[in-house]
């Protein structure tokens, strides 16, 4: 632009200033049809406060002072466009509407005035050439101030940002070597390596702080696991001694067992047959007693016969000595019979015999009393003697009864305390056998928690032996694999 320019702006500068209000409500009023556009304004305050800024501004275009403070403004405007990310496509259509409403005007003016019309048609059209010409002119120079400003800080700012880029990218292969090497390290089995503070920039201390964090807490953790896997160790081995003591103690036990078991089994026998033999002798004894009761009822008839011999006592003088002989006969008889009750031996058939006898010396004693019936009177002392000997053998037969009585009721007692014994034994010999099962499924448990305690010993050696490989700071001096006496410790957990 040049003086005349200047001329021609201020040649209509009045009008600017009068039209330059309408100008910008409709820019404004395209601005609030524009959604793009009318983002860049919160409120209604911040459009007035725009167009006021802006009012001002073209009062110092159309004073045509055209100087460094100007040029400073519009680099300044570009600026604030180039920060906010204005369209340029936006602001040079908010021109064109400008542009067009003072074209518009000072045609308007300068026809509506008498001035011009009285004038040579070439130079009233080469006056408004000029005047239009010349508004361009500071339009475009506008724009151009304008945007050059803002292509030049968007190219600031990509040259800031790509070397912003590149600072980071320095940044980020820097940082990528640091945390490849601290994972090297993690990787061989180095947890005591942590990330230095003044080697990651700001922006991201937080990896460095997420890496050391999970560095540290690993390595605590493997520290436990180390400790606890060497008490695990200790523990295990006490258990397992104690479950294989265990399991050699139920063995024994069992093999004990079996044996009381074989051994009441026979004992079991043995009380069954004694109570089977004492049945057998309760039964005999009673047969004794029947006997016994028998050779009872023998003497009674015996004496009764006697007392009839006694009758004719009289008649049997000449037989007396025969009657002597038989009361004889009669009293050994009786005397047998009580030696034969005095010994506790098979006392029925001794009973049997005497009774034979005493009823055959009976029959001989009625056959001599009837051959001597006429001598009686004369042996009737001897036969009161007889009667006398009788009741005796009567009275041992009685005695003899009353001890086979007593004999068949301690037998009857042992045969049923023999069965009490055989039931008892019985029930004693099937808890036995259930208490065997019982032990030898003890032992078996036993000898399966021997062997998954040796599989624990395994296990944990392994994990000690894994942990072994880890570089670990403050790591537990103690040896992983000793086998010291046993003893139980408590796992720690923090």
């Not at 001329?7 to 009068?18: E, G, K, M």
């Not at 059209?125 to 101030?145: F, H, P, T, W, Y």
């Not at 990528?176 to 090297?184: K, P, R, S, Y």
């Not at 004719?312 to 002989?325: D, K, T």
């Amino acid at each position: 632009m040049n003086e005349s320019d200047f001329r021609s702006i201020r040649s209509v500068q009045a009008l600017i200033d009068r039209e330059m209000p309408a100008a910008l409500d409709k820019f404004y009023a395209q601005v609030r049809r524009t959604p793009k556009a009318r983002s860049f304004f919160s409120s209604e305050s911040q459009i007035e406060h725009a167009k006021h800024a802006q009012q001002t501004h073209w009062k110092r275009i159309s004073g045509a002072r055209f100087d460094d403070e100007y040029v400073k403004k519009v680099r300044t405007i570009g600026s604030v466009h180039a920060r906010i990310g204005l369209d340029p496509s936006l602001y040079i259509g908010g021109y064109g509407i400008i542009l067009n409403h003072l074209v518009q005007s000072v045609i308007g003016d300068m026809l509506s005035h008498g001035g011009f019309l009285s004038r040579t048609s070439s130079r009233v059209a080469r006056n408004l050439g000029d005047v239009i010409g010349s508004l361009c002119k500071v339009v475009l120079m506008e724009i151009d101030l304008t945007v050059s400003s803002y292509l030049d800080d968007l190219d600031k700012a990509r040259v800031a940002m790509q070397a912003e880029q590149d600072r980071r990218a320095q940044e980020d292969r820097e940082v990528i070597e640091i945390i490849g090497n601290a994972l090297t390290a993690l990787a061989n089995g180095d947890l005591t390596h942590r990330i230095e503070g003044g080697r990651i920039p700001e922006r991201l201390d937080a990896l460095k702080q997420h890496f050391n964090q999970t560095a540290e807490t690993l390595e605590h953790s493997l520290c436990k696991i180390s400790v606890n896997a060497t008490d695990i160790v200790s523990n295990a081995d006490g258990i397992r001694q104690g479950a294989e003591n265990l399991a050699r103690r139920s063995e024994q036990q069992a093999a004990s067992q079996e044996e009381m078991s074989a051994a009441l089994s026979q004992i079991t026998q043995r009380v069954a047959k004694t109570a089977e033999e004492t049945r057998k002798a309760n039964h005999m004894a009673n047969t004794a007693r029947g006997d016994a009761e028998h050779a009872g009822s023998v003497v009674h008839g015996t004496i009764a016969a006697i007392s009839e011999i006694e009758k004719s006592s009289r008649e049997m003088a000449g037989i007396i000595g025969i009657i002597n002989e038989i009361s004889f006969q009669t009293n050994i008889l009786a005397l047998n019979a009580s030696v034969e009750a005095a010994r506790a031996g098979d006392v029925g058939r001794g009973f049997a015999v005497v009774a034979s006898e005493v009823r055959a010396l009976a029959q001989r004693s009625a056959d001599a009393g009837r051959e001597i019936s006429a001598l009686i009177n004369l042996s009737g002392g001897q036969v009161k003697s007889g009667v006398t000997l009788v009741h005796e053998a009567g009275d041992a037969l009685r005695r003899i009864m009353s001890q086979v009585q007593q004999i068949n009721d301690v037998v009857s007692s042992i045969s049923d305390s023999a069965q009490e014994q055989s039931a008892s034994i019985s029930q004693l010999n099937i808890a036995m056998g259930g208490l065997e099962q019982t032990t030898q499924k003890n032992a078996a448990v036993a000898e399966e928690s021997a062997s998954a305690v040796r599989n624990l010993v395994a296990t944990s050696d392994e994990l000690t032996r894994m942990v072994a490989g880890f570089t670990l700071s403050g790591r537990d001096t103690r040896p992983a694999f000793s086998r010291q006496k046993p003893k139980l410790a408590l796992i720690r957990t923090e």
